[in-house]
T-cell receptor
Framework: GAVVSQHPSWVICKSGTSVKIECRSL??????MFWYRQFPKQSLMLMAT?????????EQGVEKDKFLINHASLTLSTLTVTSAHPEDSSFYIC??????????FGQGTRLTVV | GEDVEQSLFLSVREGDSSVINCTYT??????LYWYKQEPGAGLQLLTY?????DMKQDQRLTVLLNKKDKHLSLRIADTQTGDSAIYFC??????????FGAGTRLTVKP
């Protein structure tokens, strides 16, 4: 299947700093990518849809100024958590559909804010 | 609102079959998926089924879909210890809207 790579796999940062997470489609182009957040022992919650060449679409309750999304190219979307706080600590996962009905997921990024 | 529901835990013995069940509420779902997540990892697509199909088989995996009852199941034959993971059921209405269940933690005992 298609490969989606996420970087970094884990990151620890201090409160108030910003963290950037990258999501790359390695062997296909993705005009759309999705960003999810997963709390421990819970399901994935869609945060936003990243669109190449246009603004991201955020789900209700997700602060667009806090979670900045940039779809820089057909193979790269980035999520920047700005002014991170401990409550932002979570597992963030991206996915990208590859033309068909399948959506391929990155390996996830565990963010810990101390 | 629409929900995808799964039982949270399932425990089986190695070699037995595992059946993980899922119910969904949106009748306009086009595709239904099963994903596997191992600890600290992303989601691995196991299989998916188009909503006009009743069954799909892929090696040890069998997916059954009862569209009338909005019930989806995943059967894993000859379950192995390496199958221990969390299994997520998901429905897709459009490419932009994918909803996940809470996940079923499968434990395989030797």
């Amino acid at each position: 299947g298609a490969v989606v790579s996420q970087h970094p796999s884990w990151v620890i940062c201090k409160s108030g700093t910003s963290v950037k997470i990258e999501c790359r489609s390695l062997d296909f182009q993705a005009t759309t990518m999705f960003w999810y957040r997963q709390f421990p022992k819970q399901s994935l919650m869609l945060m936003a849809t990243s669109n190449e060449g246009s603004k991201a679409t955020y789900e209700q309750g997700v602060e667009k100024d806090k979670f900045l999304i940039n779809h820089a190219s057909l193979t790269l979307s980035t999520l920047t958590v700005t002014s991170a706080h401990p409550e932002d600590s979570s597992f963030y996962i991206c996915s990208a559909p590859n033309q068909g009905p399948e959506a391929f997921f990155g390996q996830g990024t565990r963010l810990t804010v101390v | 609102g629409e929900d995808v529901e799964q039982s949270l835990f399932l425990s089986v013995r190695e070699g037995d079959s595992s059946v993980i069940n899922c119910t969904y509420t949106d009748s306009s779902s086009t595709y239904l998926y099963w994903y596997k997540q191992e600890p600290g990892a992303g989601l691995q697509l196991l299989t998916y089924i188009f909503s006009n199909m009743d069954m799909k088989q892929d090696q040890r995996l069998t997916v059954l879909l009862n569209k009338k009852d909005k019930h989806l199941s995943l059967r894993i034959a000859d379950t192995q210890t390496g199958d221990s993971a969390i299994y997520f059921c998901a429905e897709s209405i459009s490419n932009n809207d994918m909803r996940f269940g809470a996940g079923t933690r499968l434990t395989v005992k030797p």
